[in-house]
């Protein structure tokens, strides 16, 4: 034990980066060995980290025009330039990142392949195909944020981009904050031996090493089954939690929302009437003690969709019925006859 107590190593715990080989391999399809993979304090750090690595000033990354902040908020402190193109139901729209490709240099492509981030919906193979070729073709990276692969209530998950990259264009990142607790802070990066090596360089001078401690405990907690258990055991208490928030809503405030029952996540994309806005209701919701939150950030890109992701997994049968109580209250008090 003691030696674990010590300075380890910049690529994280090595019995960590063993088990997880083999995890992701048979669980992602991917065909990696341990130099592919460096351990990280949650996916955000891996995002950091590849945006310090791939970009300079004005650099192009293209984006979702919704996509997660955070990401957003690490290119743009990178300097970096950022295009954005659309995302419909289908995901991001391939086409549009080709006809950037035409036109000028483009360094990153970042995206939430299985459920985009934050509107939920799935990347469809084709535009996975195209995406990959179009990276082999114009020499781009992918940054692959997979934040919550393991939740799939309809379907088994789709392979990730990374599981078809031969060329080595795909930077994979992960974490299992979502899926045990965010308060545990171990994530994945998976690249290229090459990358990894620089990364690792990189990571030594921010971040001496991770908890190696932390690290071990998740390589037992992985290779013991118990994370596939988990996993099975919330997926079943998600779905119920997803199915009921998504009846409450559409049955008691469905002339004021519009969503898609998400097949996936945590979360429901959720538009609000055209009438209301969401600065109104979050003023509102306060006097019921409900909090809406930042609900700006779902729109950096200024499109005013109206829209807001909103969270059903951390909530019991009691606080979602609850929430939707509270939510109807503040509607009925702003309520347009």
Same mark, same amino acid.
């Given at each position: ?32 060995? $341990? ?21 300079? %000033?004005?650099?192009?990354? =293209? ?9 957003? &908020? ?7 330039? /950022? ?16 006809? @950037? ?16 981030? !934050? ?11 195209? @995406?990959? #070729? /179009? ?21 088994? !998950? ?8 031969? #060329?080595? #264009? =795909? ?9 045990? &607790? ?16 620089? =990364?690792? $360089? ?12 932390? +690290?071990?405990?998740? &390589? ?12 099975? %055991? ?14 409450? /809503? $559409?049955?008691? /405030? ?5 969503? +898609? ?9 959720? %538009? ?11 003023? =509102?919701?306060?006097?019921? $003690? ?11 890109? *200024?499109? *005013? ?16 019925? +609850?929430?939707? #109580?509270?939510?109807? %209250?503040?509607?009925? +008090?702003?309520?347009?006859?």
């Amino acid at each position: 034990m003691f030696e674990h107590l010590s300075y380890g190593s910049t690529y994280g715990n090595t019995a960590l980066r063993e088990v997880l080989v083999d995890y992701l391999n048979a669980t992602r399809g991917l065909h990696i060995a $341990k130099e592919n993979v460096l351990i990280t304090r949650g996916s955000q750090m891996g995002i950091w980290l590849s945006s310090q690595l791939l970009l300079k %000033k004005n650099d192009v990354v =293209v984006v979702g025009n919704t996509n997660y902040d955070s990401a957003d &908020a690490t290119f743009l402190n990178q300097q970096a330039r /950022l295009i954005r193109v659309l995302v419909d139901k289908h995901g991001i729209v391939t086409d549009e990142i080709e006809n @950037l490709c035409k036109q000028q240099q483009i360094k990153a492509v970042y995206l939430t392949s299985h459920h985009h981030h !934050p509107t939920t919906v799935t990347l469809c193979a084709q535009r996975r195909i195209h @995406l990959l #070729n /179009l990276a082999r073709q114009y020499n781009f990276a992918i940054i692959e944020d997979d934040y919550d692969y393991d939740f799939n209530y309809n379907h088994a !998950p789709i392979l990730p981009l990374a599981s078809h990259d031969t #060329n080595g #264009n =795909v930077i994979y990142i992960g974490s299992v904050c979502k899926t045990v &607790a965010p308060v545990f802070r171990i994530g994945y990066l998976i690249a290229s031996k090459e990358f990894v090596d620089e =990364v690792a $360089k990189l990571r030594g001078i921010v971040d001496r090493q991770g908890d190696a401690l932390l +690290e071990l405990t998740f &390589a037992d907690f992985i290779k013991s089954g118990d994370l596939d258990r988990h996993i099975r %055991k919330v997926m079943k208490i998600y779905k119920q939690r997803r199915d009921l928030f998504c009846k409450l /809503l $559409k049955d008691e /405030l469905g002339g004021f929302f519009q969503f +898609e029952t998400p097949k996936g996540g945590m979360a429901v994309w959720t %538009k609000l009437n055209a009438n209301y806005s969401w600065a109104t209701i979050s003023e =509102v919701a306060r006097k019921h $003690k409900l909090e809406i939150g930042d609900w700006q950030r779902y729109d950096t890109a *200024k499109l *005013k969709h109206n829209y807001i992701r909103i969270g059903f997994a951390a909530y019991d049968e009691e606080e979602i019925h +609850e929430l939707i #109580n509270r939510l109807k %209250k503040t509607i009925n +008090e702003i309520k347009i006859d």
